[in-house]
């Protein structure tokens, strides 16, 4: 196979899950700007997720967020997507909107509240088994505002012990995807601030556990690629949460702020093996302004056209630069395939696989954008938090 086949056969099997959470009414602190059409109900979230990947042919599962999908039936759910050509994702816990949860879930001063968490994350799993997702995705907001306010030693035990009961939970297939942010709600220490942090709990859980790399969950200037090579290598890397920010947690469409970056996540991810081994690719992200559907369908296609690039870099060129201390080539293959044009290749890529290769122009036509306006009147709009 041409490199250029090679290249083209990659992004066909390219899978970007994308969030329910994503689909509702979310947006800042300040406020949350209610946007018409939006669904009512998780069912209603598949709808239009089933949307994303009927124009981009490479969104085939949905990420729930539990309490927020909570449905009596899971099975039902899971056929509904099915029905409608996708797959329920990762299970997302959410151990941070109860007023429990004050001063941590798992980590908690109080054994009872770190009960009700953990039976929460336990829950969680059984969700799992219902729907058949394969993994559980674990955020803590859990932390403390001032020195003294707890120990913080004494909170990593209890992250332990609260980690390792629902490993032993997790069935054949089952995962825990470990994530970390490094501030916010927590100001003074977060108790899994960074992937070290993730990566040690994961390692003494067991080959189950890994850690999810959410591109807004560090400090500016970071090296996010780093991160990822080494859990790459270390066998670790679970998943991303793809958004963008600017200055903190922003929760931008994914390569808006910062393509370059993105290029140089995906081209660690291809020469790591990543698109290969078992990395989910996530979105995480608020749409507070833009409308939902065509920003996410957006969001997938930045992703594609950062992992296009990655796949053009020459590795031949690369390393024979690289062995020859030629740091200007080395740099110059580099920055060749992020400045190449790929939006051609991906429209072909698209018409090979029977799609419009113009996604977005393809779901305006489409008109399922003033459908839903047009049905989705009355009832509870689905938000982050509900
Ligand atoms: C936390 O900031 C986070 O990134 C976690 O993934 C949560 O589950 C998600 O956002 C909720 O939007
Ligand atoms: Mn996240």
Redesign the pocket.
């Known amino acids: 196979m041409t490199e250029l086949a090679a290249a083209k056969a990659a992004l066909k099997t390219q899978a970007v899950e994308t969030?329910s959470?994503a689909y509702g009414n979310s947006g800042t602190r300040f406020k949350v700007f209610a946007q018409q059409g939006v669904p009512r109900t998780p069912f209603e979230k598949l709808d239009d997720a089933a949307k994303v990947h009927e124009f981009t042919g490479v969104a085939p599962t949905v990420a729930l967020?539990i309490p927020w999908d909570r449905v009596d039936d899971y099975a039902a759910l899971a056929k509904h997507a099915e029905q409608r050509g996708v797959k329920l994702g990762a299970i997302?816990s959410?151990t941070f909107q109860d007023d429990d949860y004050k001063l941590g879930s798992i980590c908690h001063p109080e054994a009872s509240v770190r009960r009700k968490a953990v039976d929460h994350l336990l829950e969680c799993v059984d969700i799992m088994d219902a729907t058949g997702s394969a993994d559980l995705?674990l955020?803590f907001a859990d932390g403390t505002n001032y020195p003294g306010q707890d120990d913080i030693r004494g909170r990593q035990d209890r992250l332990a012990e609260g980690l390792a009961e629902v490993y032993e939970r997790l069935g054949d297939g089952q995962r825990m995807l470990l994530?970390y942010?490094f501030f916010?709600p927590a100001f003074y220490t977060t108790d899994v601030p960074d992937w070290g942090t993730a990566y040690a709990h994961c390692l003494k859980l067991g080959p189950k556990a890994q850690v999810v790399v959410?591109t807004?969950?560090h400090a500016p200037g970071t090296n996010i690629e780093f991160i990822v090579a080494t859990l790459l290598r270390e066998e670790k890397l679970g998943g991303f949460?793809f958004n963008s920010r600017f200055y903190a947690?922003d929760?931008l469409m994914v390569g808006a702020a910062d393509p370059f970056q993105l290029f140089r996540i995906m081209y660690e991810v291809v020469r790591g093996g990543g698109l290969s081994a078992d990395v989910a690719f996530m979105l995480?992200q608020?749409h507070n302004i833009e409308a939902k559907i065509p920003a996410i369908i957006r969001s997938v296609m930045n992703v594609q056209e950062a992992t296009a690039k990655a796949l053009l870099v020459d590795g031949d060129a690369l390393k024979a630069a690289q062995r020859g201390g030629d740091v200007l080539e080395a740099n110059a293959v580099v920055m060749d395939a992020y400045n190449t044009d790929v939006r051609p290749l991906l429209r072909e890529v698209r018409e090979e696989m029977g799609l419009d290769p113009d996604p977005i122009a393809a779901y305006r036509r489409s008109g399922w954008g003033e459908r839903i306006v047009a049905e989705r009147v009355g009832g509870q709009q689905a938000g982050?938090g509900a």
């Open positions: 969030p959470w967020h997302n959410n995705k955020w994530e942010k916010e959410d807004g969950h949460d947690d929760d995480d608020c982050w």
